[in-house]
């Protein structure tokens, strides 16, 4: 029979890290010191067999369940039901009224982990990004690779904004706000690709910008594009992030990744319709919630 423990000295850690994935091992590893992270370990013969994690915000209002695994041949005997319905117990008790979990489509156990959400009474799963990966050999045979920008746009390498411009658009999203406070370029800056990175200037004003990280030797992630809502038309956003994938081939950088919001509808649109016959990824990152009982109830 399975046992299920709170996981909170360093020592039990160490032996459950394979159970969750790379980005979260570092949190799992501070369980002792910080009191936001929360893990529930299952062993079996004192054997680590299964492993939930999760993180409380600091306002302890919300958590989210950062990762939830049983090893495959121990799946089917209930023990993902219990470390689930075990960290929300817990959960609760430190205070936390609502939880959620965020995933991605296109792993093994997907299927597996939607039903056992069902079970649970989580909310229903809802699509938040499209995420996507490709590499500039498909990309380039995709027919709206060869827009082009109207002579009266300038395309520029980011890194040459000036001080007097990047004051202007600050003093104009104060005055009257035009970019989405996820796009606004100064989010993107730190350690940005110089390569690709550009800006878009419109009779002497920057209007756009597509932002770009080497996340690897290899590949580019987008990280961010825009361009001011009154010129959107004709594909002036796609026009600019054609131009900093030809850069990304010049150069023999084979991939590129990125990823939409699904509330963004007429990107997410042109990446369903136009783009998708041209990825070598498709996937959906999606999230379930659960608000929490209160422990005395």
């Known amino acids: 029979m399975y046992e299920l423990n709170r996981i909170n000295k360093f020592g039990q850690a160490f032996f459950y890290q394979s159970l969750t994935f790379p980005l979260f091992r570092s949190k799992l ?47 089917g005997q209930g023990i993902g039901t219990a470390l689930l319905n075990r960290i929300e117990k817990v959960l609760s008790l430190r205070g936390c009224q609502e939880v959620e979990l965020i995933y991605t489509t296109g792993r093994s156990g997907i299927f597996k982990l939607e039903s056992l959400l069902r079970k649970c009474n989580w909310s229903p799963p809802e699509s938040r990004r499209l995420i996507c990966q490709s590499t500039t050999d498909k990309i380039a045979k995709a027919p709206w690779m060869q827009l082009s920008m109207s002579s009266s746009y300038q395309i520029f390498p980011w890194i040459e904004i000036t001080q007097a411009e990047r004051r202007t658009i600050e003093e104009q999203q104060q005055q009257h706000p035009w970019i989405d406070p996820d796009l606004v370029p100064w989010k993107y800056e730190k350690e940005l690709e110089p390569l690709n990175s550009l800006g878009l ?33 004709r594909a002036r956003g796609m026009t600019l992030v054609v131009n900093a994938i030809k850069l990304q081939t010049q150069v023999n950088i084979p991939k590129g990744v990125f990823s939409v919001q699904i509330t963004n509808t007429a990107m997410s649109n042109f990446v369903k319709k136009h783009m998708s016959p041209y990825l070598t990824s498709f996937e959906e990152s999606r999230g379930s919630f659960k608000t929490l009982r209160k422990p005395w109830i």
């Not at 910008?209 to 001011?228: E, G, K, L, Q």
Request: proline share 4%; charged share 25%.
């Open 201 to 233: 200037r419109y009779r002497g004003q920057v209007v756009g910008w597509v932002i770009t990280h080497r996340i690897a030797p290899d590949t580019i992630r987008y990280s961010s594009m825009f361009v001011r809502k009154d010129l959107q038309k």
């Open 29 to 75: 590893r501070t369980v002792e010191s910080e009191e936001y992270i929360v893990a529930i370990g299952a062993s079996y013969l004192n054997k680590p067999v299964g492993l939930a994690l999760a993180e409380i915000s600091k306002n302890c209002y919300l958590a989210e369940v950062l990762s939830l695994f049983v090893k495959p041949n121990y799946r």
